[in-house]
């Protein structure tokens, strides 16, 4: 069960935006696993894409379209990640980009592919395309909660967030959407998310808001440290004639939609890790007192990454010893162990290089047994911090993993 987290309610309309799901039997029959975004002529749009150099077909192909138009629709699949499959994924996606092209009366370029799911297999683009039809005629601005239950793969909840702003009288909406529960340490982006508002946002300043709320957001999470082939995240910007017009990196309206998309980024980033495969707890783990960003990260990960932190935080063992040892492993130069301090909840366990000596097991027990778990680290050393979120390691996590294609 995920902690702390329940399905999305209350999507809002984006005006501008259509979303049409079908089945299309892409991994199993009886479930939603297509979605068709469509974006109204004139939109503009921004993404961010997976690093990892075995990225998916449509990743692949989604950059190269993006570069050569602005998008009109976004194609979706779960089921099945068109990755590690060659040439053949490139060309599998491009014919489903041009039966949707076709259909909606615009160039392939303007189709963006996205998929997730099982990596190695061949594309099943005949069911695709054979279940387009009823994925355009779903369409409806009203589609975002069926939507996000469609790209769902082990997750256990759909996960999303509205929020409404107003800057200078004019209200704008920013909604979206997340897939995502394992093979979660996003670069640069999240599983899939899918975002959109009703403002109207040139290219350039929608990339960098985007940009800017990725970085606070899906890239500080991680279930398993695996970075997926697939990650994309998505935000359009329809432009509807009485929303606001946001036209530069400053005033107002910038800042409005960079905190509007922040907010929607950053809940769908913590939901992810709250949904994590066999998750119980959620964990933030805040690392201060840095002589730079990059060093608090590297604490951080060296934490949220550890199986025997992780298993430890399952069993709600305080062994404290595995958070220790993992701050002195992160590779910080010349750390002097006697500044260093380390807290959990409200109690503090480790300063001045051991044991702290108000700290009783009884207390331990207390704050790790709870569902969400603040793990602070304060280094002595400079005035950066970072701040990450992740899971426990549970038993679960292995069956989910170890029955992933059965």
């Not at 946001?246 to 107002?252: S, T």
């Not at 959990?344 to 480790?350: E, K, N, Q, R, S």
């Not at 005035?383 to 979120?389: D, F, I, P, Q």
């Amino acid at each position: 069960m995920p902690v702390n987290l329940k399905p999305a309610e209350g999507l809002l309309p984006v005006p501008g935006v259509r979303l049409g799901v079908a089945q299309a039997g892409v991994k199993r029959a009886g479930r939603d696993d297509l979605l068709v975004l469509e974006a109204a002529p004139g939109s503009t749009a921004a993404a961010v894409f997976t690093r990892n150099a075995f990225c998916a077909a449509p990743v692949t192909l989604a950059r190269r379209h993006l570069a050569a138009s602005d998008p009109r629709y976004l194609l979706v699949n779960s089921g099945n990640a068109n990755a590690g499959t060659g040439p053949r994924g490139l060309e599998d996606a491009l014919r489903t980009c041009a039966a949707l092209a076709e259909a909606g009366g615009v160039c392939a370029e303007a189709v963006l592919p996205f998929s997730t799911g099982v990596i190695g297999a061949p594309l099943p683009v005949d069911r695709i395309v054979a279940a387009l039809p009823a994925a355009l005629t779903a369409l409806t601005e009203e589609g975002w909660p069926r939507a996000a239950r469609a790209i769902m793969t082990t997750d256990t909840v759909p996960k999303g967030l509205s929020v409404r702003r107003t800057v200078a009288g004019r209200e704008f909406t920013v909604t979206g959407i997340a897939k995502g529960a394992g093979m979660i340490r996003p670069d640069m982006a999240t599983m899939l998310a899918f975002l959109a508002t009703d403002a109207a946002v040139p290219g350039a300043v929608l990339q960098a808001c985007l940009a800017d709320a990725v970085e606070r957001s899906f890239n500080r999470i991680t279930v398993d440290g695996d970075t997926s082939t697939n990650d994309a995240c998505v935000l359009l910007a329809t432009g509807r004639p009485s929303a606001p017009r946001i036209e530069a990196l400053q005033g107002a309206g910038y800042a409005a939609l960079r905190d509007a998309v922040g907010e929607v980024c950053t809940h769908l980033a913590q939901a992810i890790v709250r949904d994590a495969e066999g998750a119980t707890k959620f964990v933030t783990v805040v690392v201060e007192g840095g002589a730079s960003q990059a060093e608090c990260l590297d604490v951080a990960y060296a934490i949220g990454h550890s199986p025997l932190v992780k298993t430890a935080l399952f069993a709600s063992d305080p062994n404290w010893g595995r958070i220790l040892a993992a701050v002195g492993r992160a590779g910080l130069a010349d750390l002097d162990i006697g500044r260093v301090r380390i807290d959990v909840g409200p109690v503090t366990i480790v300063e001045a290089g051991g044991r702290a000596p108000g700290y009783s097991e009884e207390q331990g027990r207390a704050v790790f047994g709870a569902p969400e778990i603040t793990i602070r680290v304060l280094l002595g050393r400079g005035v950066a911090s970072a701040t990450v979120w992740t899971s426990d390691l549970s038993y679960d996590y292995v069956r989910i993993n170890a029955e992933y294609r059965t």
